[in-house]
């Protein structure tokens, strides 16, 4: 086994070596033959010009990785010290202040954004604007507004401003020296030691990440909203802010912004992470009937068949019948209790009716495989990707399966021209995959007329043309061996020959492989070999709406749990023979439907099934938030999974089991997918989301060693009741208090030694809480 452990590097900037401005290349290359350089040998390109950096008007939430407190969260958060990161560790410091006039290096390692924490009541309704740059960053006597040169392209760029008095800005904004203690990088880090056995999934360490810190600690209960402001064109007014008192305000470019609740301590107990990790503990210990499977509460061993259908996961539903009756029927979605039989290999239904069970015993139906049936074919007809996908399939397969019908029919085997080379009489041989294939080669066509022109074609209908027909003929007699079949039945019976059937997949595959590969964009598609146009009904999942995988989620997932769950294999083979439905019109179609479903789907015999899941609803799924996933058009496929794997976002380690795939179903409930039964998953929270802030409510700080650990005699520094760290307020508005980091700094390191930087790594990780992790074993689940 190996023992992993989780850390988090603290860096005080990543600054990128170009700067975010316009640049111009220019080339020149001068040819020398004595020595000395010639007017007339020297040659220069035209100049290129470079932009750099990240638009200066916003910050789109792609770039977010994480914010605290969450956006519409509410708690104790008067404490802690909101903050924002960024999956660009770069993006603080792309920007350089240039303030005139000044000198004074240091100016370089500053941030161009700061991040301000305003209470409701602080600013009026006509302090936000929105519209075009060019508009709000017009010069006025009573405001000050940025000093910014706008282009051509920027001045028409939409923007929000927000207008702070003079006395909050004085308040919210750090001192210029200060600015660079607000803002650092994380790097999330995993140690291992021993030897891994196998048995563990190897732990990616997720990408560094900017984060930047608000110096005000949002104390007073009621709503807040968070700006992520640009300080480029300010230099000035940062280096001489407003008189105190003074009617000027300054109007300041908002990046990015949120809202939270602050409560009142007295109706909060303990901290948000720490509240739901216990109830998460809690509900793992309750032994309710449900024993952390995904079923309604019940008696362990259900007598009454109401019950035992409780029991195995099945749900209520209200059913209308054909005749027009309301009566109640049992629903089970594709997640259920526990390990189910693998489904059967089956002809694949035509319509939801085929796929209807009526339980005697109830005098009801069980609906679940007719609603897998239907959401199938619904999902591929209201998304245009996969319909144009499926039928592109149907063609081709209807194609291969005409031509090797219409090649080996018997009015056609006799021919000089079969190009499959079977032979006449007897029963007809099925020919190789490759055979099939050249029926539909392009320029098949082409190359028969002229081999059937060589051979006398042209001879033979001009003879016939100047024939005169002779009145009274006698009916064309039957060819020898009795009644020849249309050429529907002819294929109909070439599709019912297992002989046929396996050259048929064989061809179909390699001509849609190919396809795939030469138009990657049509199917999701990758190289012939990889198989990445596949479909996979189980990561398609993530576009059937939450309520079809989680019908009454209240009872069978009540808040604060956590529920293991298997796939039903049954459920998936419905699900994916109502996708193939689409198009589905002959009778060749529907028997084409069987070999299209062994060849488009992950697995040779049908959907592949992941072994477990885990369903996760708790609070804490809003602290840990995952990134965007990338945008796509393609369809999930076995190869391409619906987003970056939470291993890497949300600090997951799985032991025993490979993560599959997953899903957020609201914003508080996770969904996990595994190959198989884990035999335990780590929760923690990532290095973006760690929480920066006092020790409690009280206002103390216990200083950390340089492990992270605190030492046998800690010190405490008060920081709560006293003007020694917290600045003093100039306006009557202010609610909260705004952290002075440079006193603060001074006794950390004086307390710790002379070796402390005193830098923003240094009072990141004092502040900064220790992860909430949490370890969810299945064995405790059963």
Same mark, same amino acid.
């Given at each position: 086994?190996?023992?992993?452990?989780?850390?988090?590097?603290?860096?005080?900037?990543?600054?990128?070596?170009?700067?975010?401005?316009?640049?111009?290349?220019?080339?020149?290359?001068?040819?020398?033959?004595?020595?000395?350089?010639?007017?007339?040998?020297?040659?220069?390109?035209?100049?290129?010009?470079?932009?750099?950096?990240?638009?200066?008007?916003?910050?789109?939430?792609?770039?977010?990785?994480?914010?605290?407190?969450?956006?519409?969260?509410?708690?104790?958060?008067?404490?802690?010290?909101?903050?924002?990161?960024?999956?660009?560790?770069?993006?603080?410091?792309?920007?350089?202040?240039?303030?005139?006039?000044?000198?004074?290096?240091?100016?370089?390692?500053?941030?161009?954004?700061?991040?301000?924490?305003?209470?409701?009541?602080?600013?009026?309704?006509?302090?936000?604007?929105?519209?075009?740059?060019?508009?709000?960053?017009?010069?006025?006597?009573?405001?000050?507004?940025?000093?910014?040169?706008?282009?051509?392209?920027?001045?028409?760029?939409?923007?929000?401003?927000?207008?702070?008095?003079?006395?909050?800005?004085?308040?919210?904004?750090?001192?210029?020296?200060?600015?660079?203690?607000?803002?650092?990088?994380?790097?999330?880090?995993?140690?291992?030691?021993?030897?891994?056995?196998?048995?563990?999934?190897?732990?990616?360490?997720?990408?560094?990440?900017?984060?930047?810190?608000?110096?005000?600690?949002?104390?007073?209960?009621?709503?807040?909203?968070?700006?992520?402001?640009?300080?480029?064109?300010?230099?000035?007014?940062?280096?001489?802010?407003?008189?105190?008192?003074?009617?000027?305000?300054?109007?300041?470019?908002?990046?990015?912004?949120?809202?939270?609740?602050?409560?009142?301590?007295?109706?909060?107990?303990?901290?948000?992470?720490?509240?739901?990790?216990?109830?998460?503990?809690?509900?793992?210990?309750?032994?309710?009937?449900?024993?952390?499977?995904?079923?309604?509460?019940?008696?362990?061993?259900?007598?009454?068949?109401?019950?035992?259908?409780?029991?195995?996961?099945?749900?209520?539903?209200?059913?209308?019948?054909?005749?027009?009756?309301?009566?109640?029927?049992?629903?089970?979605?594709?997640?259920?209790?526990?390990?189910?039989?693998?489904?059967?290999?089956?002809?694949?239904?035509?319509?939801?009716?085929?796929?209807?069970?009526?339980?005697?015993?109830?005098?009801?139906?069980?609906?679940?495989?007719?609603?897998?049936?239907?959401?199938?074919?619904?999902?591929?007809?209201?998304?245009?990707?996969?319909?144009?996908?499926?039928?592109?399939?149907?063609?081709?397969?209807?194609?291969?399966?005409? +031509? !090797?019908? %219409? =090649?080996?029919? $018997?009015?056609?085997?006799?021919? *000089? /021209?079969?190009?499959?080379?079977?032979?006449?009489?007897?029963?007809?041989?099925?020919?190789?995959?490759?055979?099939?294939?050249?029926?539909?080669?392009?320029?098949?066509?082409?190359?028969?007329?002229?081999?059937?022109?060589?051979?006398?074609?042209?001879?033979?209908?001009?003879?016939?043309?100047?024939?005169?027909?002779?009145?009274?003929?006698?009916?064309?007699?039957?060819?020898?061996?009795?009644?020849?079949?249309?050429?529907?039945?002819?294929?109909?019976?070439?599709?019912?020959?297992?002989?046929?059937?396996?050259?048929?997949?064989?061809?179909?595959?390699?001509?849609?492989?190919?396809?795939?590969?030469?138009?990657?964009?049509?199917?999701?598609?990758?190289?012939?070999?990889?198989?990445?146009?596949?479909?996979?009904? +189980? !990561?398609? %999942? =993530?576009?059937? $709406?939450?309520?079809?995988?989680? *019908? /009454?989620?209240?009872?069978?997932?009540?808040?604060?749990?956590?529920?293991?769950?298997?796939?039903?294999?049954?459920?998936?083979?419905?699900?994916?023979?109502?996708?193939?439905?689409?198009?589905?019109?002959?009778?060749?179609?529907?028997?084409?439907?069987?070999?299209?479903?062994?060849?488009?789907?992950?697995?040779?015999?049908?959907?592949?099934?992941?072994?477990?899941?885990?369903?996760?609803?708790?609070?804490?799924?809003?602290?840990?938030?995952?990134?965007?996933?990338?945008?796509?058009?393609?369809?999930?496929?076995?190869?391409?999974?619906?987003?970056?794997?939470?291993?890497?976002?949300?600090?997951?380690?799985?032991?025993?089991?490979?993560?599959?795939?997953?899903?957020?179903?609201?914003?508080?409930?996770?969904?996990?997918?595994?190959?198989?039964?884990?035999?335990?998953?780590?929760?923690?929270? *990532?290095?973006?989301?760690?929480?920066?802030?006092?020790?409690?409510?009280?206002?103390?700080?216990?200083?950390?060693?340089?492990?992270?650990?605190?030492?046998?005699?800690?010190?405490?520094?008060?920081?709560?009741?006293?003007?020694?760290?917290?600045?003093?307020?100039?306006?009557?508005?202010?609610?909260?208090?705004?952290?002075?980091?440079?006193?603060?700094?001074?006794?950390?390191?004086?307390?710790?030694?002379?070796?402390?930087?005193?830098?923003?790594?240094?009072?990141?990780?004092?502040?900064?809480?220790?992860?909430?992790?949490?370890?969810?074993?299945?064995?405790?689940?059963?």
């Amino acid at each position: 086994m190996t023992d992993r452990k989780a850390g988090v590097g603290l860096y005080t900037g990543w600054r990128p070596a170009l700067r975010g401005a316009e640049y111009t290349v220019s080339a020149t290359h001068t040819v020398t033959r004595t020595g000395e350089s010639s007017p007339l040998w020297t040659f220069r390109s035209p100049d290129q010009t470079l932009v750099t950096g990240t638009p200066r008007f916003s910050v789109s939430g792609a770039d977010v990785c994480g914010c605290f407190p969450p956006p519409g969260g509410s708690g104790e958060y008067g404490y802690l010290l909101p903050f924002v990161s960024f999956g660009d560790p770069y993006l603080p410091w792309e920007h350089e202040l240039l303030p005139g006039g000044h000198t004074d290096p240091t100016w370089a390692e500053r941030p161009w954004m700061a991040l301000l924490v305003i209470a409701e009541d602080e600013l009026d309704a006509g302090d936000i604007h929105t519209g075009k740059a060019v508009d709000l960053l017009k010069s006025s006597s009573d405001t000050r507004v940025p000093d910014l040169e706008l282009g051509d392209g920027s001045a028409q760029t939409s923007c929000t401003v927000i207008d702070l008095p003079a006395d909050l800005y004085r308040d919210l904004l750090p001192a210029p020296e200060e600015l660079h203690l607000w803002a650092h990088v994380r790097e999330p880090r995993e140690k291992s030691t021993g030897q891994d056995d196998g048995t563990q999934d190897a732990v990616h360490a997720p990408p560094a990440t900017a984060t930047l810190v608000a110096a005000r600690f949002p104390r007073t209960p009621g709503r807040h909203t968070a700006h992520v402001v640009s300080l480029a064109g300010h230099e000035g007014t940062l280096t001489s802010p407003p008189p105190a008192g003074s009617t000027v305000k300054v109007r300041m470019v908002s990046l990015f912004s949120w809202t939270f609740t602050t409560l009142d301590p007295a109706e909060v107990k303990g901290r948000d992470d720490d509240r739901a990790i216990t109830a998460l503990r809690e509900d793992l210990q309750r032994k309710d009937g449900s024993h952390g499977r995904l079923r309604v509460p019940g008696p362990e061993n259900p007598a009454d068949p109401v019950e035992a259908r409780l029991y195995a996961g099945y749900s209520p539903v209200r059913h209308r019948l054909v005749t027009g009756e309301q009566t109640l029927a049992w629903y089970r979605g594709p997640f259920v209790p526990g390990p189910t039989e693998p489904a059967p290999e089956h002809t694949p239904y035509a319509c939801a009716d085929e796929a209807l069970i009526y339980v005697k015993g109830d005098g009801v139906f069980d609906i679940s495989l007719a609603a897998a049936f239907n959401l199938g074919a619904q999902l591929v007809m209201c998304r245009n990707d996969l319909f144009d996908t499926m039928l592109t399939w149907r063609h081709t397969a209807g194609a291969l399966a005409r +031509a !090797a019908a %219409l =090649a080996t029919h $018997p009015q056609s085997v006799a021919r *000089p /021209l079969n190009p499959l080379g079977t032979r006449s009489g007897g029963p007809v041989p099925p020919p190789r995959a490759e055979g099939i294939r050249r029926l539909t080669a392009p320029q098949r066509l082409r190359t028969a007329f002229d081999a059937a022109m060589v051979d006398g074609l042209g001879v033979r209908l001009t003879d016939r043309l100047h024939t005169t027909p002779v009145a009274g003929t006698a009916a064309r007699p039957e060819p020898t061996g009795g009644s020849t079949a249309s050429v529907p039945k002819h294929l109909a019976t070439l599709l019912a020959d297992p002989g046929w059937r396996e050259p048929l997949r064989q061809a179909l595959s390699a001509d849609l492989a190919a396809a795939a590969s030469a138009h990657p964009d049509a199917a999701g598609g990758g190289p012939a070999g990889s198989q990445t146009w596949q479909w996979d009904p +189980a !990561a398609m %999942l =993530a576009l059937v $709406p939450t309520w079809y995988l989680l *019908p /009454l989620p209240d009872a069978v997932l009540p808040p604060d749990s956590a529920r293991f769950f298997h796939i039903d294999g049954h459920w998936l083979n419905a699900f994916a023979d109502g996708m193939l439905s689409v198009g589905a019109h002959t009778h060749a179609d529907i028997q084409l439907t069987d070999l299209l479903k062994k060849v488009v789907f992950s697995s040779g015999d049908g959907p592949g099934i992941p072994g477990c899941g885990l369903l996760l609803r708790s609070p804490l799924v809003r602290s840990w938030p995952p990134a965007p996933a990338p945008h796509s058009t393609a369809p999930p496929t076995s190869a391409t999974p619906t987003g970056p794997g939470p291993g890497k976002q949300l600090g997951l380690t799985v032991e025993g089991a490979a993560l599959t795939s997953w899903r957020l179903l609201s914003a508080e409930t996770l969904l996990l997918l595994f190959d198989r039964t884990p035999t335990v998953v780590h929760l923690r929270q *990532p290095a973006h989301v760690l929480e920066l802030g006092l020790d409690s409510a009280e206002g103390g700080l216990t200083l950390r060693n340089a492990d992270g650990g605190v030492p046998a005699n800690p010190t405490t520094l008060k920081v709560f009741g006293t003007d020694t760290y917290v600045r003093p307020s100039t306006s009557t508005r202010r609610r909260g208090q705004v952290l002075e980091p440079g006193p603060l700094l001074d006794d950390i390191c004086a307390h710790l030694g002379t070796g402390t930087a005193r830098n923003s790594e240094t009072l990141a990780f004092q502040l900064l809480h220790v992860p909430v992790q949490l370890d969810i074993t299945p064995g405790e689940t059963r």
